[in-house]
């Protein structure tokens, strides 16, 4: 390849400044040093070497308080404008390691509820930038509103059913919740982020420190992809937290999600570009027919086409939903419904491309494709347990609803 | 719909067998494999969850199912001389692959290189005299390979049509009554120190592309001179190992060749279909069983407070998903009834264009709806989709390969363009 990744997965290289620049270059650097050049050891090795490849991004380059203020010890990306830079962020983690990208995304989401500007929630941040700017990992976990069970009616968010719930005791809050499941983490998070209904059913977002043991956690899942994440299960019983960590204000949930949406996003986008530069040697280094370079034969060719177009399209797109974000006086904030909505389109549209990519390469690289030596297959575990994470229930139907709410003025689905 | 038997099957195709065999088969799975296949994954290099259930798949101890081939003078069933070989392989495939399609292929692989020398009009009797006591008369689970693949070349090997077998680096030389092998061959299924017996396709004349010079040869796994190799970790497929396998001046039996010049390629072509119709029941298998946790999971979780069946756009989507199922299997059958239609006045030779053509062109729809039906329903899951408790992430990771294998999408779709379109150089 004689070209770089940035010349052909392009993207509005003015929305990112100089200093995003320099951090972008420096998590390349990263991933190349410390897990694409060493992928066959990082693949023997994963548990240890994907603490300490977290620790060496979080601590030592100091992602972990990337987007807090920079009067709390943060870098200060917690404006707007430093959303393309975010985004560009992500996807130079989930080039390396989708794990590793989840678990930054969700980090970067529960500071975007709580310390992006305008709605900076200074007792908050008071709180958790000492923690998040001292010198120890932390895991932050988010639990969404997801499906219900039946003969069990809940409070809606959209349609989702809200499983915590969250009533005033004493001079704070108690929250309730059984068996739910987070994005992320929940069997190693320190810190939950939770989308609970009041006693209005009205949707609001409380932070429970991740020691209390009022929570009950269920057994490490095992799943499609992400397994280092450690996830589980987790009921709240009762759990008390002080009154400054309920978040109650009008489309927070929304903002949830919308930097879900384009945070994820960004890591599937750098998982793909990575696919892309593994299906790239294979199919310079394979023959077809005899002695025809794969890439030369014009079948196989329109198949890489697939690979290289959707991702680039994606990249695209997410970067014109971080544009979108980074205008919040053009557009709207990241919670209004309006840019909730695109936020959801293009999040869904991003997951299912890069899918794609991944499952139209696989069909070039066959059985290498499919064993763990390539690391592809990982890959394609990962995206699709982001995938079906970001769906929540039911596959496409709640974004389906929500463009149809925001685009046709629905008011009754 | 009272059960997922009632997705479509031509009836009238259904062999007198078909009751019995999947009765059997359903207990056997439901029994052995369903409540342990969640532990499978790993499992996968030593085996000792999926061994025992082998046995009581394949060996006399069980059901025996692995001589079902040969013919009942030598110990067998006769289904390799049966009106419904190909209809009733479907289903083994389908019943099997509902529990477990690495177990599925494993097991079924077994008879592919069996099939060059126990199907009429094709049957080698002193071949299958040989080797019907290592699977008729043993409690084991005994599995054959066949040794396809090479490093360098891909599915070329697969597409003898085009290459004429000139790519072919495995050779076999006479030497007075004895073949004698050497090359390299890569990921065969039953490999990694499984198969008992290995069929090797390989050349008598290294670069030619005179079919005469192709040549299928037995090969026991104990021969000296072959080695295997470990089996490789892959996305899924637990059940079915994988591996190298290097033959360095390997001696067998000059008789141990399937057929002979010229019949051997005839005969190789002819186990393509039977991989084809193995790999379209996998897959039906597995989307019955999807259907059967889709069908518990959308009546007892909400959306909107509704059971997720009752959300019309859900709706729509499951609808799709039962829908393709339906269709993938009546597509099933029908490419199987293609296969058993290979003696009759108005069907096609198994190696002719009409069958092999047409049955890749089925095989890449089915697995194409599969791959996507799998990853819907993942979807439809949300949150749960991923998680291995549910088995539907499971058979998501296990059929990928099924789409890939066998000269995987892109074969299938040149050989259909060549039979459609009478394209003359692809």
């Known amino acids: ?413 | 719909m009272k059960n997922f038997d009632e997705f479509s099957k031509p009836e009238e195709y259904i062999s007198p067998m078909d009751k019995h065999l999947r009765s059997a088969l359903r207990n056997w799975a439901e029994k052995e494999v369903m409540p342990l296949r969640r532990k499978y994954d790993e499992d996968w290099k030593e085996h000792h969850l999926i061994e025992p259930a082998f046995d009581k798949l394949m060996g006399n101890k069980g059901l025996g199912i692995q001589k079902a081939l040969f013919p009942p003078e030598l110990g067998g069933w006769g289904i390799g001389q049966s009106d419904y070989a190909f209809t009733v392989a479907c289903a083994l495939a389908e019943e099997v692959g509902r529990a477990d399609t690495g177990m599925a292929v494993a097991f079924m692989v077994t008879y592919w290189p069996l099939t060059t020398i126990l199907v009429d009009p094709h049957v080698n009797w002193r071949l299958a005299r040989e080797f019907a006591p290592m699977f008729c008369e043993t409690e084991k689970a005994v599995f054959a390979a066949n040794a396809m693949t090479e490093p360098q070349g891909g599915a070329d090997i697969e597409n003898l049509e085009i290459t004429g077998g000139k790519t072919i680096r495995t050779t076999a030389r006479l030497d007075g009554d004895e073949w004698v092998i050497n090359g390299h061959k890569l990921w065969p299924t039953n490999t990694g120190g499984v198969a008992k017996l290995f069929i090797v396709p390989c050349t008598t004349k290294p670069g030619s592309t005179d079919i005469n010079d192709f040549a299928l040869i037995f090969v026991p796994a104990d021969a000296k001179g072959v080695t295997q190799g470990g089996p490789y970790e892959k996305a899924g497929m637990a059940a079915d190992k994988n591996g190298d396998i290097w033959f360095e001046d390997v001696r067998v039996p000059s008789w141990y060749r399937a057929q002979g010049p010229g019949k051997d390629a005839e005969v190789f072509r002819e186990i393509i279909p039977w991989g084809l119709i193995g790999s379209m029941g996998f897959l039906c298998g597995a989307m019955l069983n999807l259907y059967e946790i889709l069908y518990d999971f959308v009546s007892t979780k909400t959306y909107k407070n509704k059971p997720l069946k009752e959300d019309d756009c859900v709706a729509g989507i499951i609808g799709r998903i039962a829908g393709d199922i339906d269709i993938c299997r009546i597509l099933a059958y029908e490419s199987a009834r293609m296969g058993d239609r290979r003696n009759k006045p108005y069907g096609y030779p198994l190696h002719s264009d009409e069958v092999v053509s047409k049955m890749r062109n089925l095989k890449d729809f089915v697995s194409d709806r599969a791959v996507d039906v799998f990853g819907k329903a993942m979807d439809v899951l949300g949150t749960y989709g991923a998680d291995r408790e549910y088995d539907i992430e499971k058979h998501w990771r296990d059929i990928k390969i099924i789409q890939l294998w066998m000269g995987g999408k892109q074969l299938c779709q040149m050989e259909a363009a060549r039979y459609f379109f009478n394209c003359k150089t692809l």
């Open chain 1, 1 to 413: 390849m004689n070209k770089t990744l940035d010349e052909l997965f392009v993207y509005p290289k003015e929305l990112v400044d100089e200093e995003s620049k320099r951090v972008i270059h420096l998590v390349r650097q990263w991933a190349d040093k410390e897990i694409i050049s060493k992928r066959q050891e990082y693949r023997e090795n994963y548990e240890k070497l994907f603490i300490e490849t977290r620790k060496s991004l979080n601590l030592t380059i100091g992602l972990q308080r990337l987007t807090l203020p920079e009067e709390s010890g943060g870098f200060g990306w917690n404006n707007p404008a430093s959303t393309p830079g975010i985004v560009s962020v992500l996807t130079e983690i989930g080039r390396a390691d989708a794990a590793i990208g989840v678990i930054s995304a969700v980090k970067c989401v529960v500071f975007a509820a709580t310390t992006l500007l305008p709605h900076l929630d200074k007792d908050v941040c008071d709180v958790l930038a000492p923690i998040y700017c001292a010198d120890e990992l932390k895991t932050p976990s988010l639990i969404l509103p997801g499906m219900g069970t039946v003969g069990e009616e809940t409070p809606l968010f959209l349609g989702r059913s809200i499983l915590a719930t969250v009533e005033p005791d004493g001079d704070g809050y108690a929250v309730n919740g059984k068996n739910m499941r987070p994005l992320n983490s929940g069997a190693v998070a320190d810190l939950f982020c939770v989308v609970c209904a009041d006693k209005l059913g009205r949707p609001c977002v409380a932070l429970v420190p991740g020691d209390d043991r009022n929570i009950v956690r269920g057994r490490t899942l095992l799943e499609t992809g992400l397994n280092a994440s450690a996830n589980c299960d987790v009921s709240f019983n009762n759990v008390r937290i002080p009154k400054s960590y309920l978040i109650s204000r009008d489309g927070v949930v929304e903002q949830i999600y919308t930097w879900l949406n384009l945070l994820l996003g960004g890591v599937s986008v750098g998982v793909g570009m990575n696919f892309f530069e593994i299906v790239t040697e294979w199919s310079e280094t394979r023959t077809i027919k005899g002695g025809t370079m794969m890439k030369e034969n014009p079948l196989c060719a329109s198949v890489l086409a697939d690979v290289a177009d959707e991702t680039f399209t994606a990249r695209l797109l997410l970067y014109n939903l971080a544009h979108i974000m980074s205008k919040p006086d053009d557009w709207g904030y990241s919670g209004s419904q309006r840019v909730y909505t695109f936020s959801q389109i293009i999040g869904s549209q991003v997951q299912q491309k890069i899918m794609r990519a991944i499952n139209r390469g696989l069909e070039l690289m066959g059985s290498a494709g499919y064993s763990r030596e390539w690391h592809v297959e990982k890959h394609w575990r990962d995206i699709k347990t982001i995938q079906s994470y970001l769906c929540g229930v039911g596959a496409e139907a709640p974004v389906k609803m929500d463009t149809a709410r925001f685009f046709f003025d629905c008011k009754e689905i």
